[in-house]
C-alpha cells in the first residue's frame, strides 16, 4: 500500500547470484533487495511483512534493513538462518513484522522486529498475519504509538478482518482462497462490505481514516501477491499489478472530482484492470 504517484514496484526479479540462493522476487527498478519485501529462494524460504505502524527508535550505527534483507534472502538456508541474519545488526530504521515458510520443513513464523525489543513464533498447524500493528506486546507498548482498539484506523480495521477470515477458513486456505482475500472489501467497523480505506484490498482515493493524511488521498494497494508450497517449490508465485480487488483507477476522473490535488496532474497516472499473472524463475 503507497501512493499512486510512486508506485513503481511492477518489476519481478530473478537474482542468480554467484555465491547464495537464487531469488525470485518483486522489486523497484534499480533496487539491491526487494522494498515490498516479497520473495521465493531455491532454498525453499518465502517471505513477506508488513511495516510496524508508529513506530519510533533508531540506531545510526546499525545496518539499514535493505542490506539486511538482501543478505538474509540471498544467504540463509533456514528460517532461523534468515531470522539471525536479519536481527545482526538492526538499527530499527525499518521495522516490520515479518512472515515467513520453509518449504522443506513445512514450518512457519512470524518475526517482529522493534529496536529493543524483538518477537518471534513458529508453528507446523497454524497462521500468523500483518496489518501494520505489531502484535508482540513490549513492541506495541513500548516502541510504538499504536492504539490497536481505534477499529476506525485501517490498520486495526484490517487486523480484525485477518483474524476473522482465518478463522472462518483455517483448514481449507488455497491459493484461490488467499487470492480472494487480497480483494476482500469488508470494512469490520462499519459490519458492511464497502470499497475504502479499512478494507484489506484498501482504498484510500475513495476516503480516509487517519487525521494525518488528506482526505481522500489517491493511495491504496497497488499490488496482490500470493503462493502456496506447490509454486514455491518450483520458485513460482501469483501477481496482480494495480489493485487486489481489479479495480480500476481513473486519474483523469479523480483529479476533476478532486481539485484539491491538480498539482498532481501529470504525475498521477491511471490505474487500470490486470489479471492475475504467474511469474516463475527461469523464464
Known sequence: ???YTTADCNVVLEIVPRRGHRILMQGSPGWVHSG???????AGLVGSETTISGFSGFDEK??????RMRRA??????????????????????ANAWLLGDVTTGEIARLELGLKHVGFERTKDGYFTGSNVAENVKILRLETDSDETDIRNSDVA???????LMKENRGRIDLALAQAFEGDHADTFLGEERIGARSLCAHWDRETTDPAEAPFNPSGTVDAKAVDAAMAKRMAFMARWGSGCGTAFDAPAFLEKHPQFE??????????SHPWVEFKAGE
Open 263 to 272: 498539482w498532481m496532474d501529470g504525475i498521477l497516472p491511471s490505474r487500470g
Open 1 to 3: 500500500m503507497t501512493s
Open 158 to 164: 484490517r487486523r480484525v478482518r485477518w483474524k476473522q
Open 36 to 42: 515490498t519485501d516479497f520473495f521465493v529462494t531455491d
Open 62 to 67: 546499525g545496518v539499514p534493513e535493505f542490506v
Open 73 to 94: 534472502t540471498q544467504d540463509a538456508g533456514s528460517i532461523d538462518e534468515w531470522c539471525n541474519l536479519m536481527r545482526k545488526g538492526n538499527n530499527g530504521g525499518y
